[in-house]
């Protein structure tokens, strides 16, 4: 995607490509993946499985695309933007996948997903995606919103947040939006999102390591310091407690 955008630009150059350009330009940015990702993997990632590969991300692009059309005017002008950032002293660099300025004002900040990801991971005292709201502190007036792209087979749409209707399937005003509606305006909004972050900024600083894994057991599925954690303590010491 970060190539593909690097080569259209905006909305208007999405849509005044033909369908047989538009196809030509996605299979050639595949193709060029594949070939720098290939070589790392000689034993598995063989013609056959590259082939299936290709075809599999044509589709699933092209159908992404679709979704881009039907939004209102845009220009990219971030792609994969790095950004300092420093919270109470721990300095943090992030990447965003993609930054759009829309034709109304302001910018969109965009993460690309293929896993199942609501804008609802963002909210609570431990967010369980926080990445965007991390995002949001290097802007301030200029931010009209923020979204989850979800790039997966039979599912590609947006779901995220913004100061004001954008007409964006899947992106909701903040007045609308479950978590925020009670919010007296965006600003309240981002200062929520500042506050938390910050905490928890603090919370590493004093070594806060506390055996409180926030969706227990889910939470613990595909954690790799098992071997260290003392969940199964911890629990073993409510259980005789309520015995």
């Known amino acids: 995607m970060e190539t593909i955008w690097g080569e259209l630009d905006s909305s208007a150059a999405l849509i005044a490509l033909s369908v047989d350009e538009l196809g030509a330009l996605v299979a050639g940015k595949i193709n060029d993946a594949i070939q720098e990702i290939a070589p790392r993997y000689p034993y598995t990632f063989g013609q056959r499985l590259q082939a299936l590969e290709s075809r599999r991300l044509h589709a699933l692009v092209l ?8 939004r209102p005017p845009f220009r990219v002008s971030g792609r994969e933007k790095k950004i300092g950032l420093e919270l109470d002293g721990v300095r943090i660099r992030v990447k965003i996948d993609r930054i759009d ?3 109304e004002g302001g910018e969109l900040l965009i993460d690309y997903k293929t896993g199942e990801v609501k804008a609802a991971a963002w909210f609570g005292d431990r967010p369980d995606e926080p990445q965007l709201p991390l995002y949001s502190l290097a802007f301030t007036d200029e931010l009209a919103g923020m979204a989850f792209a979800r790039i997966r087979a039979g599912e590609a749409d947006f779901d995220g947040v913004a100061r004001e ?3 964006i399937s899947g992106v909701k005003s903040f007045g609308k939006l479950k978590y925020t509606r009670e919010a007296a305006s965006w600003d309240e909004v981002l200062a929520s999102w500042r506050q938390t972050i910050e905490r928890l900024a603090q919370d590493f600083l004093a070594g806060e390591a506390g055996v409180n894994p926030r969706q ?9 310091l098992k071997p260290l954690c003392r969940i199964g303590e911890s629990l073993e010491a409510v259980e005789d407690k309520e015995r």
């Not at 159908?63 to 039907?70: C, G, I, N, P």
């Not at 227990?216 to 790799?224: L, S």
Request: hydrophobic content about 30%; overall charge negative.
């Open 63 to 70: 159908a992404w695309l679709e979704v881009e059309k039907q």
């Open 165 to 167: 209707e954008v007409s």
């Open 216 to 224: 227990y057991p889910q939470t613990c599925t595909y954690c790799e």
């Open 101 to 103: 300025t829309l034709a």
